[in-house]
């Protein structure tokens, strides 16, 4: 079993930066793949980032913007954002399994979101 809790999320202004954290539990955490995916009212989840070990993969509408990473000794993945611009606005959630890509099915652990807004 592993529980994640995402932390970091706030009111930013159009072009500024934020960086989520996701903490997970787990002796298992090092192996899992972790995604970032969000979700905006009335849309369905989009997938952001994913690592596994040290191989990661963006979505389009993100890359050279975000970037996910990982510290395995404090069990945390992170995702550093920049340059937000409003369509940015949704609730980020973090996501793990033993292996997983870009597809939220292929997720079976989930946390509860944070929210981020940007302003324009």
């Known amino acids: 079993q592993v529980q994640l809790v995402e932390s970091g999320g706030g009111l930013v202004q159009a072009g500024g930066s934020l960086r989520l954290s996701c903490a997970a539990s787990?002796?298992?955490?090092?192996?899992?793949?972790m995604g970032w995916f969000r979700q905006a009212p009335g849309k369905e989840r989009e997938f952001l980032a994913t690592i596994r070990w040290d191989f990661t993969y963006y979505a389009d509408s993100v890359k050279g913007r975000f970037t996910i990473s990982r510290d395995n000794a404090g069990n945390t993945v992170y995702l550093q954002m920049k340059s937000l611009k409003p369509d940015d606005t949704a609730r980020y959630y973090c996501?793990?399994?033993?292996?997983?890509?870009?597809?939220?099915?292929?997720?079976?652990?989930w946390g509860q979101g944070t929210q981020v807004t940007v302003s324009s």
């Open positions: 996501a793990a399994d033993r292996v997983a890509g870009r597809n939220a099915e292929e997720y079976a652990y």
């Open positions: 787990g002796r298992t955490f090092n192996s899992y793949a």
